[in-house]
């Protein structure tokens, strides 16, 4: 079991930055699990934006936020980040945080390969 707890979302203009953040409490080790960011706008379908391997050395990002957004995660810290820079507000939505027991080296994208997932910090983007 693992519980996940969003934080770092708000109210921003276009253009601007903001950090995401996912506190991860397990009993196994955080390099146990590959981690995992979706996001969902009113209205729409859960869809990924970026996702990170069990060491952090492999990571996937969907088009849309790719060269924007960056995910890191430090095990030590038990933390998983999504920096988010050059922000639109067509990225206004519910951010999610998801853990996956996964392969060392392997980047899951779809949220079915996900079996943990956080409340969500919602992220809104003035223009």
């Known amino acids: 079991q693992v519980q996940l707890v969003e934080s770092g979302g708000g109210l921003v203009q276009a253009g601007d930055s903001l950090r995401l953040s996912c506190a991860a409490a397990?009993?196994?080790?955080?390099?146990?699990?590959?981690m995992g960011w979706f996001r969902q706008a009113p209205g729409k379908e859960r869809e990924f934006v970026a996702a990170i391997s069990r060491s952090g050395g492999n990571t996937y990002y969907a088009d849309s936020v790719k060269g924007r957004f960056t995910i890191s995660k430090d095990n030590a810290k038990n933390t998983v980040y999504l920096q988010m820079n050059s922000l639109k507000p067509e990225d206004t939505a519910v951010y999610h945080c998801?853990?996956?027991?996964?392969?060392?080296?392997?980047?899951?994208?779809?949220?079915?390969?996900?079996?943990?997932w956080g409340q969500g910090t919602q992220v809104t983007v003035s223009s």
């Open positions: 998801a853990a996956a027991i996964a392969t060392y080296v392997s980047v899951p994208i779809g949220p079915k390969e996900y079996a943990y």
């Open positions: 397990s009993g196994r080790p955080f390099s146990t699990y590959a």
